[in-house]
């Protein structure tokens, strides 16, 4: 199976500034990666998928990088309301989907 | 407007079984292929199944967790979702969302049900 490892487990930032949250794949994946938000108590929220197309509604702050086994997400100027946990997923060829672990955005 | 809304969570002792439904409005149902993921309290997501639309030949998957005792299905005629949970383990505790699954990702998640399975 396909591992996902996400990087770091917490990040501390604070608004304005710009964070990257990276995710690696055990094997190469192509671009077939997402990346979701979740606040505390509610569902996930896509945010980019494809590893960087950025899903309608989403602000452009958000975008996605990468492909084959390394990707990223970067937040160019974090906003209060960013503060939150993020995932990235990926769909593989034996029909199942994988999700990193989770990486916490807090507030310095 | 999308809207999924969750029902059928509640408290279960292990070895029992529970039926999960998610109602879906806004979207062509019987057209897509429907996921469940769920998340155990203050745990990441983790995928659960997924069913393909009958006119993908409605197959269906599951992660290794809960295979052979999970089961999805569909009534298209009523735009539900179904998750049927048997044999139930402590460890299955968790939030069960429905979501909308585009083959590569979930890009509609409904709001969530608690299945607590204790003693």
């Known amino acids: 199976d396909i591992q996902m490892t996400q990087s770091p487990s917490t990040l501390s930032a604070s608004v304005g500034d710009r964070v990257t949250i990276t995710c690696r794949a055990s094997?190469?994946?192509?671009?077939?990666l997402a990346w979701y938000q979740q606040k505390p108590g509610k569902a996930p929220n896509l945010l980019i998928y494809?590893?960087?197309s950025l899903q309608s509604g989403v602000p452009s702050r958000f975008s996605g990088s990468g492909s084959g086994t390394e990707f990223t997400l970067t937040i160019s100027s974090l906003q209060p309301d960013d503060f939150a946990t993020y995932y990235c997923q990926h769909y593989n060829s034996y029909r199942m989907y994988t999700f990193g672990q989770g990486t916490k955005l807090e507030i310095k | 407007e999308v809207q999924l809304v969750e029902s059928g969570g509640g408290l279960v002792k292990p070895g029992g079984s529970l039926r999960l439904s998610c109602a879906a409005s806004?979207?062509?149902?019987?057209?897509?292929?429907m996921s469940w993921v769920r998340q155990a309290p203050g745990k990441g997501l983790e995928w659960v199944g997924r069913?393909?639309?009958?006119?993908?030949?409605?197959?269906?998957d599951y992660a290794a967790p809960v295979k052979g005792r999970f089961t999805i299905s569909r009534d298209d005629s009523k735009n539900t979702l179904y998750l049927q949970l048997n044999s139930l383990k402590t460890e299955d505790t968790a939030v069960y969302y429905c979501t909308i699954d585009r083959a590569n990702y979930f890009d509609y998640w409904g709001q969530g049900t608690l299945v607590t399975v204790s003693s």
């Open positions: 069913i393909k639309s009958k006119t993908d030949g409605g197959t269906t």
């Open positions: 094997q190469s994946i192509s671009t077939w």
């Open positions: 806004g979207f062509t149902f019987s057209h897509t292929y």
């Open positions: 494809d590893a960087s």
